[in-house]
């Protein structure tokens, strides 16, 4: 949704709603998942690395080295707690604001999203002189986000849990709710392959994302990174 799409909706004095230069956009439980989020995924790749590649050795007896087993932990408790954030997400979707749940679809039957959404890639293609401005995710970063970041998110918890309920057990609650996972790879090295490659997909995006939330603050004219602090959106031209 474009800046004057929303709000001249929004405009109830007759006044030309473009004026108002900031507008509330990210609720606080979306910026808290966001952030939580960021720090889980960062501690995830780190461990996760490690646990698919071992260091070689340790120093001292091996009896008096427990550090695989922390690293193991540490990717446990945080893949639990990015599962139980994105519950909660999830749950957001129904009762925030339309901007809450903007990364959870597409509107591929929608001619005018393609059209902005060309329009965006020749934007970040330096073939556009001009950007738009949005409210919240411009079309092209709605489309990356929900292709290189939502579904892969879900893949990446599903998966997790399969491959943790093999330690876990066939009694285990994670076995009854993630074993499934077991019927489409009976090879459980083949769930390790795909959920590895899953969080090389994440953290693509992630540089993209860091780049892009930097290019737009400074070309744009608009917060991108502030405003996942304060929710606020700020637009730094006035247009006319």
């Known amino acids: 949704m474009t800046v004057h799409e929303t709000f001249a909706a929004a405009d109830a004095h007759g006044e030309k709603a473009i004026e108002r230069q900031s507008v509330y956009v990210y609720e606080a439980p979306v910026r808290i998942w966001h952030w939580v989020n960021a720090l889980a995924i960062l501690t995830l790749a ?9 260091l070689p050795s340790v120093p001292g007896e ?13 990717h446990f408790a945080a893949g639990q707690i990015l599962a139980v954030f994105l519950i909660l997400r999830v749950y957001w979707i129904f009762v925030g604001n339309v901007h809450a749940r903007q990364i959870f679809y597409v509107p ?7 059209k902005e959404w060309l329009h965006e890639v020749r934007w970040y293609t330096f073939l556009a002189r001009q950007p738009k401005k949005y409210v919240g995710h411009n079309p092209l970063a709605q489309f990356t ?9 879900f893949f990446m918890v599903i998966t997790g849990f399969a491959l943790y309920s093999e330690g876990a057990g066939r009694d285990s609650w994670e076995y009854q709710l993630f074993g499934w996972v077991f019927s489409i790879w009976p090879n459980s090295q083949d769930i390790h392959t795909f959920h590895h490659l899953g969080m090389w997909v994440i953290l693509v995006f992630v540089m993209i994302h860091i780049y892009v939330a930097v290019r737009e603050d400074i070309m744009s004219r608009q917060s991108i990174i502030s405003s996942m602090i304060s929710g606020e959106r700020l637009f730094k031209d006035r247009e006319d």
């Open 46 to 54: 780190l461990t996760g690395y490690f646990i698919g590649s071992p």
């Open 108 to 114: 591929f039957w929608s001619g005018r999203f393609w």
């Open 62 to 74: 091996a009896s008096a080295n427990f550090l695989m087993g922390y690293i193991r932990f540490t």
């Open 145 to 153: 986000m929900f292709l290189m970041f939502t579904l892969p998110l």
